[in-house]
């Protein structure tokens, strides 16, 4: 490790203890991908799961943002679901909701962010352009 570090190829940090986990880092020079730092990908997390809960204020919801709810865009975060993706999921089931309200005179609203969840696999499959 001394020597690799010796000639730049990465950086590495002891633990502390024997509890402890150390840290190696790849030097930029050797690391041909793009570093995100932990607060940056937080910083990111946190953005996602900020505009699901914004998309969850429409009038056919009727739920809090619950800490399920919050682990359904913590998964969708981390599968990589692009934001759009979900904003189509979540437009296209409220319309169905919007459709069952007009023509079953029902009054029944969406409680929960988890019944958009195949409308937003659905939506990943639809083919349409950005302007429809």
Known sequence: MEELQ????????????????????????F??????????????????????????????????????DENLANALFQRGVPIQQVERGFLLGCARKYATLLNSKSDALIVSSSHFQDMIEESGELQMSEDH
Request: with cysteine.
């Open 31 to 68: 690391w041909p991908y793009e570093k995100t730092s932990k607060d940056e990908a937080t910083q990111d997390l946190a953005s996602y799961v900020a505009q699901i809960q914004q998309m969850g204020s429409r009038s056919c919801v009727a739920s809090s943002f619950t800490l399920a």
């Open 6 to 29: 010796g000639h730049n190829v990465c950086q590495f940090q002891t633990a502390t203890n024997q509890r402890a986990s150390g840290q190696i880092a790849i030097c930029d020079a």
